[in-house]
């Protein structure tokens, strides 16, 4: 975008032009033939807006994000649309065994645990980015060895496409130098009624989900799975977020809401598989998830404050907006009967998640 610029979604590109860390800041916006729209940043390989048609035909905003680079510095930190890693969710204690050898330099950034990729994760750092046509853009960044204490030079890189059945699609590759552990995912938070509603109690959701993980006071999962029947964990039939979220169920009660792994049933590697459904009865706009990950994490916004303004002035309260987080589970390196999150030399990561959009 030219530096006066703006979106559909009103963000201006000169708000978005900065260096950091020495690199060039930039947005990068894509458009399908339907009119859709989607605003990325190289910070953080960052969505900052996305707009889909409701109901009715008009243009909406369904993510949260800041309006100016310099929002995401000074905000809290609640990795609004940002990609996570190098190990999406968390590892206890910020340490971890691999062939013998003992991880215990992780940093310690959420409680006594290790958070999405530490004090300065992938959704921290500017990635180099490359727009290749209208519907597709390409982000890679080099993690060297060491980086927030995990071991191996890490090479990724990721593709956003939106496509014109209103599907955006986020493909991720990358390799590695010696024997690591890597989760990646995207962060971002949905209101499918528009940025700017105060709730999500009202969408509905849907969760291909037999099981999920329960955790503990401070989100580690136990280990082994649970079963969602007669619980408020089940999500396998339509659901509204409120129905159950303040239920005195245990699960509840530690995450503040829902803050889980739900195992997606039948997943296959390098298979996409239907793992959910959200939808506003307010814009009729109805979003499918697919991936090829074994899991999915649905985060109700339990830890925003509406402190800081974002987009057009509007706030982000608690619950005001949920994520879907597809990757694998919470605490896999210490948890060797979850599935492996061990990238080793000559292997390759991949991994695809498309969110598909509709109305209803």
Sequence with gaps: MKKNESTLSGLLASDFNKTVDGKEVTLCVLKNNNGCELAVTNYGATIVSLMVPDKNGAMTDVVTGYRTLEDYFTSERSYLGAVCGRYGNRIAKGRFELDGVVFDKLVINNGPNHLHGGAKGFDSVVWNIKQEDDQTVILSYISTDGDEGYPGTLHVA???????????????????????????????????????????????????ADHYLPTDAVTIPFGPSAEV????????????????????????????????????????????????????????????????????????????????????????????????????????????EYPTTVLRPGEQFISTTEYKFSTK
């Design 158 to 208: 990721l593709s956003y496409h939106l496509s014109n059945n209103n599907t955006l699609r986020i493909n991720y590759i990358a390799e590695t130098d010696k024997p690591t552990v890597l989760n990646l995912t995207n962060h971002s938070y949905f209101n499918l009624s528009g940025v700017g509603d105060p709730s999500i109690d009202d969408h509905i959701v849907t969760i291909n």
């Design 229 to 336: 029947e007669n619980t408020p964990m089940d999500f396998r039939t339509p659901h509204a977020i409120g129905e159950r979220i303040n239920d005195s169920f245990e699960q509840l009660i530690f995450g503040g809401g829902y803050d889980h792994t739900f195992i997606i049933i039948n997943n296959k590697p390098n298979e996409l598989g239907f793992a959910g459904r959200c939808e506003s009865p307010k814009t009729g706009i109805v979003m499918d998830i697919f991936t090829t990950e074994p899991g999915l994490q649905l985060y109700t916004g339990n830890w925003l404050t509406g402190d800081y303004p974002g987009k057009l002035g509007h706030r982000y309260p608690r619950r005001s907006a949920l994520c879907f987080e597809t990757q694998h589970f919470p605490d896999s390196p210490n948890k060797p």
